[in-house]
């Protein structure tokens, strides 16, 4: 792997890091509010976090968790972490921290793997602990979840998970696995934003639940929701791939249906027409949407101090759109802002604890690298 040549050459990736970056994207670079510092190489990294000591967890698609070290240009594998099924696009997914992390060193994972009736999402927790000789565990790691049903196939996963900003709830996504039909089937988690508590039990007062629907239901009507972050004001944002054309960001909201595949901006990859999203048509439509797609990844919503004039925004990752895009919000509206070729698939975004904003390219078709977004 990559990442392994960290603990033993870090000044080696260091150096060729800077000649990398120095050439990266050519002219476009001169055109961007922000420099590009490359901090390290993943072997096809999905999502990461940041631990308050300013490490950061990182997973890797084949079912690598690492702990890495910007400062000091060194990670470590972390053992404990859930066997995968990573074909097609599962992997291992999402990493998050548990809002009571500095006291319970809990960490959330979510990932793809085979079972009765075949694969599916799950998610997990375990706690971090360190070892010695710098080994890092994930103890008494179980799974709490998982997507309902199990069906045959190797995509639209998703697995992204959010808490609520007061902790009590826990947010996960299930797409709908390219069999379309299930994200309108009430009694299925496919095609469905849930809300949970943080053992994995579906939470009391689910919008849909006396309704007949399986009782973790929040939403309905997605495909593939690769991102989902909550704003400053409490408001569950969510972007997801649509089909041909038509990716979407949702504002979530409580018990509504968001259409598919029943009404898309977007088509079927057959040429099919799928109904647009239209007024009074019952479904919930998306606040911002893309066509051409661009294959959207990663959410968060940034409140930090390095980058003030994009406070208040959401920034998102473009896989075929190689790019990072900011889109801006104000109160339940938002619209599309910039959008940044970087030259590379981008898979994931995040604020760091500085401010500053990290990216993590794909590997898939480009690099696997970590990168770090500060201003010119």
Request: some cysteine; charged content about 20%; hydrophobic content about 40%.
């Amino acid at each position: 792997m990559r990442h392994l040549l960290l603990a033993t050459l870090p000044m080696i990736l260091i150096a060729c890091s800077a000649d990398n970056a120095a050439g990266q994207n050519g002219a476009a670079a001169q055109d961007r509010p922000f420099k590009v510092d490359i901090m390290a190489d993943f072997d096809a990294p999905w999502a990461m976090t940041f631990l308050p000591d300013g490490r950061m967890l990182v997973t890797e698609k084949k079912g690598g968790l690492v702990l890495y070290d910007p400062a000091r240009k060194i990670a470590i594998g972390v053992g404990g972490a859930p066997a995968v099924d990573s074909a097609g696009q599962g992997g291992l997914m999402d990493v998050v921290l548990a809002p009571d992390f500095a006291t319970s060193g809990t960490v959330y994972l979510s990932w793809s793997e085979s079972g009765a009736g075949g694969k599916g999402v799950a998610l997990g927790m375990g706690r971090l602990a360190m070892k010695g000789g710098g080994a890092a565990d994930l103890e008494g790691f179980m799974t709490i979840f998982k997507a309902s049903p199990y069906v045959d196939g190797n995509g639209h996963y998703s697995g992204r998970i959010a808490f609520s900003p007061d902790g009590k709830y826990l947010f996960f996504t299930n797409g709908e696995r390219q069999k379309f039909d299930p994200a309108q089937d009430p009694k299925s988690t496919l095609g469905k934003v849930l809300r949970l508590n943080p053992d994995g039990a579906p939470a009391a007062g689910n919008p849909l639940a006396a309704k007949g629907f399986h009782p973790a239901i929040w939403s309905y009507g997605h495909r593939n929701l690769l991102g989902l972050a909550f704003d400053g004001e409490g408001r569950l944002w969510e972007q997801e791939m649509g089909p041909q054309g038509g990716d979407e960001v949702n504002l979530i909201k409580p018990g509504l249906n968001y259409g598919y595949p029943l009404a898309s901006n977007g088509d079927h990859y057959d040429g099919r027409d799928i109904p647009d999203h239209r007024p009074g048509d019952g479904f919930e439509a998306p606040k911002i949407w893309w066509n051409p797609s661009i294959s959207p990844a990663g959410l968060i919503h940034y409140s930090g101090d390095m980058f003030p004039q994009w406070k208040n925004s959401l920034f998102l990752g473009g896989l075929s759109g190689q790019a990072l895009i900011r889109m801006k919000l104000d109160g339940e509206k938002a619209e599309k802002a910039d959008q940044w070729d970087m030259g590379a698939r981008i898979r994931e975004v995040e604020q760091g604890p500085d401010g500053a904003l990290w990216l993590l390219e794909d590997g898939g078709g480009s690099e696997g690298r970590l990168l770090k977004l500060t201003p010119q």
